[in-house]
């Protein structure tokens, strides 16, 4: 099971990036002095970034438990 902890730890670290990727968008989109709907609409495409890097974020993390509790 330790195979399953590593893909896990993986997952999870990809899941990271993906809302840090996220975050830096969110970040740029405020700086960049946007209208108010032009920035609702970009953060309206981050957000399903935002939401997958989560999910893959918290599948690496439940990966991870069940391999150690089987191990």
Not at 25 to 45: C, Q, W, Y
Request: no cysteine; net charge positive; hydrophobic share 60%.
């Amino acid at each position: 099971m330790e195979i399953l902890i590593w893909v896990g730890a993986i997952v999870s670290l990809l899941g990271l990036a993906g809302i840090g990727v996220s975050v830096v968008k969110v970040i740029r989109a405020r700086r960049a002095g946007l209208s108010d709907e032009e920035l609702r609409a970009r953060l309206s495409r981050v957000l399903p970034l935002n939401l997958g890097a989560l999910f893959l974020s918290t599948i690496g993390l439940m990966m991870v438990m069940v391999g150690i509790l089987l191990s």
